[in-house]
C-alpha cells in the first residue's frame, strides 16, 4: 500500500482546508486509516483515525467537533476535512494505515502503523 498525502497550505485562523490521502494497492479498503501530525519539535500525535468501511472514528481531543475524517473505498482516498483552523493546527500532516482494527487503543499510536504517506504542511496564520 502505498499513500500520498495532499492538501496543504496557508490559511488564516478560523479558516478551513481540505486534506486528502490517496492510496494505492488492493489491501488499503480493508485497512484503518489515520491522519497524524507533527508540529516543530514535537512528536507526531494522533488526529483522527476511520474503520476501514468508514462507519467508525475516533478524534483526539483537540479536533473534535473541528475536524471531519472520512473516507471513499472506491476512489481509494481518505479525507480529513478541518474546520475553525487555530495556530496549534499547524504541522506536518500525515496518513497512515494499518493492519489492525480501528477501534484499538493502539490505533492512536503512530508506532502501531504499517505504511505512510509524506507528509502535508498546514500552517495556520493568527
Known amino acids: 500500500v502505498q499513500l500520498q498525502a495532499s492538501g496543504g497550505g496557508l490559511v488564516q485562523a478560523g479558516g478551513s482546508l481540505r486534506l486528502s490521502c490517496a492510496a494505492s494497492?488492493?489491501?488499503?479498503?480493508?485497512?484503518?486509516v489515520g491522519w497524524f501530525r507533527q508540529a516543530p519539535g514535537k512528536e507526531r500525535e494522533f488526529v483522527a483515525v476511520i474503520s476501514w468501511g468508514g462507519g467508525t472514528t475516533y478524534y483526539a481531543d483537540s479536533v473534535k467537533g473541528r475536524f471531519t475524517i472520512s473516507r471513499d473505498n472506491a476512489k481509494k482516498t481518505v479525507y480529513l476535512q478541518m474546520n475553525s483552523l487555530n495556530a496549534e493546527d499547524t504541522g506536518d500532516y500525515y496518513c497512515?494505515?494499518?493492519?489492525?482494527?480501528?477501534?484499538?487503543?493502539?490505533?492512536?499510536?503512530?508506532?502501531?502503523?504499517?505504511?505512510w504517506g509524506q507528509g502535508t504542511l498546514v500552517t495556520v496564520s493568527s
Open positions: 494497492g488492493r489491501a488499503f479498503s480493508t485497512m484503518p
Open positions: 497512515a494505515a494499518r493492519r489492525g482494527a480501528s477501534s484499538d487503543p493502539e490505533a492512536q499510536m503512530p508506532s502501531r502503523y504499517d505504511y
